[in-house]
């Protein structure tokens, strides 16, 4: 199931609140989370929710076995059985086929998600920073939890231990700054992230060869769908979360700002970047030691986690490439350089990148790439464009203008003035109505990340 | 607690909004028709195990929710008007659907002429500026003609890519799954409230189809006369210049289909008589069919040819249907289509015939009926014989001792009435649903006289040509 389809939300929502709220016991209450995050899970794959379930169950079994042992060889030998097992689980059911294992699974949706949370998870209980769950119920709870079980963010489970623990509180501050911030991602999925995905599929999926504007308007459009799309996700999942009396992390802050790539990245799926600079880079040496062997084989798996596909990998080391330019000398170079200017600079790195991250085919991609750098004898631009550009410029110029920071203005402004503050019902309710009117008659909108 | 009011208004809005369209949502009547995409909307699942360990009951689930949606065809109507908000128009030209691509490739078009023999003299019309232009860089590069485009949907019948909608050939509700078929299409382009549907065909799969209808020539006895006519769609009379190469060049598909027939199969150039008359309204503006007035031209084009005689247009009782909508707002979405609705006219022949209808699904069973069945507005075009899933005999008071076969698409239903006055029987066969086969049931009932009428797409299209071929074999 996803969120921004009518069945989750006006069937499933209401239902899995109705039954939340309607106790006032937390073990109540997290049964009823388990048991619609079942149907959710299931919904989608009917079958590998028990791969999920069972991975959750022999993880908190080994993880209680690790805290029993904390400190001594058998311990570490239990925790590196459990996080190889994990890694075993996500490198057969997702890469099964780039392995070119017998078999071919098909992707179990949010595999490469709750995966990561297990790893982190018996991490920190083998360092002792955690306490080991001993409730299948609640470890079970916090790997499935639907909010954040398909697409994230990545939510380690120190930030919510005592949410899952404990009890968890259940104001209107909360239900209403949920409420807000699942509309806001609604419409960043619905109205903004679909419309400029349809634009950027016309683009990209014919014939790679075409005019220069043509190709980078087409990549440019999709660069804006997946930070919709991504972000858009992130936000509901936040927004549920908090309704639920959860605090999940941050996923994006405004990553078309960035001055450098680096910064990109500091500000880009932020929870899939702190796992693997704590649990990859880290150890492999961090920045002590063999710093760019170290970012390149960061990069290398960060690119990988996106997809069962080399391309995916390709664009990781594209960036680990930049960042270590950046590292050895760009950043100190550059130090004094204006924003208006890195800005841009960045960008045009970030949006070229997305051209690798688009085509699993690298004749295709290749195509494309060529397209982009002139390199295709095509015209500078051609009417297709024009009429592309000038046919979606309402779209463009407001997603444009969200990929600035100007919400936290208008966030700061509602604090400040009260009569504002009626006003977002308003603007919520309005959301949810335009989004269900876009919904009708669109079949399903999957998510981007749903594919990895 | 006043604190919190904005708060308390804020989940209480939400509530409310939530609760309400849930209920209407779940309990008011749900659409089970759209008359403006003029497509049955999709059935709720039957249950099995097997559908359900594969994902896809719940899949299908999914999808009938947001597909039968109360009031459907409001909402969507107020999607496209906030979709047409979404940007302005260039050129007055919107696009939908249409994907970047060097449609030069798609063009192999006018330079190569393609040869022609004197039974199949090729179609006279002034090469437009545009084309001639691919003409002289394809002839520059002296590089060899591509018969094979990079639209692969053309030659695997595979929708191409990025083109999600599997756009129904059949306009009636009636139609089975197996007739639902991806058509060579690059998209839609709107220009002066006319719905454009870009072509996307290829020669090589004018060739397969010259192939089809050439098996005939051997299959039927020399007596009986093969033709042939391919019909152009609008958008190669009305697309604006420079958006010309965005659409392949039927006419050139024409010719080449036409020079790859077999001598004794005889070619009707319907394109010649369209083209002489696009300022008369020839297509319908809001639908992918023409108009019944272009049916008209260009069954006087076969009458010619087939050497029969006919009745001119004023001798027919003209009907007028006010405010039509056709198939080109569903399939484009487009607001000003729909706001811009049109008369569909359509004629009733004058002299006396009486109609039987053989329903493919039991085909022993003859059905007195009627030429014309009454529809919704929006259906008009399935006037004709109620639209497709059917056998039609004709028997009219002609008595020139000629039989026709018609193996048409829903194009050729248009030429049905002024066929009336031509023909002693009409025998009118969809391609897509007929049960027999094809040579023998022609012989059984002495057919003098074989038209194969299709639209210029479905003569590009693997799926069509397919089920020509299959007409000759035993079912």
Not at chain 1, 30 to 44: E, K, P, Q, T
Not at chain 2, 80 to 93: A, H, L, Q, W
Not at chain 2, 324 to 350: A, L, Q, W
Request: net charge negative.
């Amino acid at each position: 199931m996803i969120f921004a389809d009518l069945l989750f939300i006006f069937v499933f929502l209401p239902a899995v609140l109705l039954c939340y709220f309607a106790f006032k016991n937390t073990t109540y209450r997290n049964i009823v989370l388990v048991a619609f995050s079942m149907v959710f899970y299931a919904w989608g794959e009917p079958v590998m929710v028990f791969l999920m379930v069972g991975t959750s169950e022999v993880n908190r079994l080994l993880a209680i076995l690790v805290e029993k042992h904390k400190g001594t060889k058998k311990g570490k030998l239990i925790a590196i059985v459990a996080i190889s097992l994990t890694l075993a689980t996500l490198a057969v059911f997702k890469y099964g086929g780039l392995l070119h294992l017998p078999f071919k699974p098909s992707l179990p949706i949010g595999i490469s998600f709750y995966t990561f949370q297990i790893i982190a998870y018996m991490v920190e209980v083998y360092k002792g920073n955690t306490k080991a769950q001993k409730s299948s119920l609640k470890f079970l709870m916090y790997i499935s939890l639907f909010p954040q079980l398909i697409a994230g963010p990545i939510v380690r489970y120190n930030l919510v231990e005592q949410q899952i623990s404990g009890t968890r509180p259940t104001n209107v501050t909360n239900i209403s700054y949920g409420i807000t911030r699942f509309t806001i991602g609604l419409a960043k999925k619905v109205l903004l992230a679909n419309q400029l995905g349809a634009a950027a599929r016309t683009v990209l999926d014919g014939n790679v060869v075409m005019s220069v504007s043509g190709a980078w308007l087409g990549v440019f459009l999709f660069a804006l769908q997946i930070y919709y799309d991504f972000s858009g996700y992130s936000d509901m999942a936040i927004g549920l979360g908090r309704i639920f009396g959860f605090s999940f992390p941050e996923n994006f802050n405004y990553p078309y700002i960035s001055q450098s790539i680096s910064e990109f990245w500091r500000r880009w799926h932020m929870t899939l970047g702190g796992f693997f600079r704590d649990y990859v880079y880290i150890p492999l040496g961090g920045g002590r030691r063999m710093v760019f062997r170290n970012l390149l084989i960061t990069w290398f798996l960060t690119g990988l986690w996106h997809g069962a596909s080399w391309n995916f990998a390709l664009w990781g080391v594209y960036f680990g490439v930049l960042i270590i330019i950046e590292k050895a000398f760009l950043l100190k170079v550059t130090e004094k350089v204006p924003a208006l200017i890195k800005i841009p600079f960045t960008l045009f790195f970030v949006v070229f990148g997305w051209a690798l991250f688009y085509y699993t085919d690298f004749e295709r991609m290749w195509g494309f790439i060529k397209s982009l750098l002139a390199l295709n004898s095509m015209p500078l631009t051609d009417i297709v464009t024009t009429n592309l550009l000038y046919d979606k410029i309402a779209v463009i110029i407001i997603a444009l203008l969200f990929c600035m920071p100007i919400y936290r203005y208008i966030e700061r402004a509602i604090e400040r003035m009260r009569a504002l503050q009626y006003i977002v019902p308003v603007v919520n309710v309005a959301i949810v109505f335009l989004c269900v009117i876009m919904l009708v008659g669109d079949t399903h909108n999957p998510f981007l990340y749903y594919r990895f | 607690m006043k604190n919190k009011l904005p708060q308390i208004i804020n989940v209480a809005a939400f509530i409310l909004v939530i609760s309400a369209i849930s209920f209407a949502l779940l309990f008011m009547p749900r659409t089970e028709v759209s008359l403006t995409e003029q497509r049955e909307l999709e059935k709720l699942p039957v249950f099995s195990w097997e559908l359900l360990l594969s994902g896809e009951f719940t899949r299908q689930i999914n999808i009938y929710f947001s597909d039968t949606v109360p009031e459907r065809d409001r909402l969507t109507a107020i999607a496209s008007f906030i979709n047409g908000m979404s940007g302005v128009s260039i050129d007055g030209v919107t696009l939908h659907n249409v994907e970047f691509s060097d449609k030069a490739d798609d063009i192999p078009a006018i330079e190569l002429e393609p040869e022609t023999s004197d039974e199949n003299p090729p179609i006279e019309v002034e090469p437009e500026v545009e084309n001639t232009e691919t003409a002289v860089i394809e002839t520059v590069t002296g590089e060899p003609p591509e018969f094979v485009t990079d639209d692969s949907s053309a030659v695997t019948g595979d929708s191409p890519e990025g083109w999600d909608g599997v756009i129904e050939e059949s306009v009636t509700g009636d139609s089975p799954a197996d007739g639902v078929v991806d058509i060579a299409n690059n998209g839609i382009l709107v220009y002066q409230n006319r719905g454009l549907m870009l072509y996307g065909g290829s020669f090589a799969m004018g060739e397969r189809y010259a192939a089809a209808v050439n098996v005939y020539r051997q299959l039927l006895d020399n007596s009986v006369n093969i033709y042939t006519m391919v019909i152009p769609t609008a958008v190669e009379f009305y697309c604006p210049g420079n958006y010309r190469h965005l659409s392949g060049d039927q006419r050139a598909n024409i010719n080449h289909i036409h020079s790859n027939l077999n001598p004794g199969v005889i070619p009707v150039n319907a394109y010649s008589a369209l083209s002489a008359r696009v300022n008369e309204d020839i297509y319908l503006r809001t639908d992918h069919h023409w108009a019944p007035l272009g049916a008209y031209y260009a069954t006087e084009e076969f009458a010619n040819t087939a050497g029969v005689s006919f009745t001119p247009l004023s001798d027919y009782e003209r009907v007028v249907v006010p405010d039509y909508v056709g198939t080109m707002y569903g399939y484009s979405g487009d607001i000003k289509i729909k706001n811009n609705p049109e008369d569909f006219v359509y004629f009733k022949p004058p002299n006396s015939y009486t109609t039987t209808y053989y329903n493919y699904d039991n085909p022993e069973v003859p059905i007195p009926s009627s030429l014309f069945v009454s529809q919704p507005t929006s259906m008009s075009y399935s006037i004709f014989m109620g639209g497709d899933a059917k056998i039609t005999h004709i028997v009219t008071d002609v008595g020139n001792g000629r039989k026709l076969a018609i193996f048409k698409d829903s194009y050729g239903n248009a030429l049905v009435p002024f066929m009336v006055g031509s023909f002693e029987e009409i025998f009118v066969i969809d391609i897509r649903y007929f049960p027999y086969n094809a040579p023998a049931y022609l012989k059984e009932n002495g057919i003098t006289d074989v038209l194969f009428a299709n639209n210029i797409f479905a003569a590009n299209t693997s799926g069509m040509i397919g089920y020509i071929e299959q007409l000759t074999v035993d079912s």
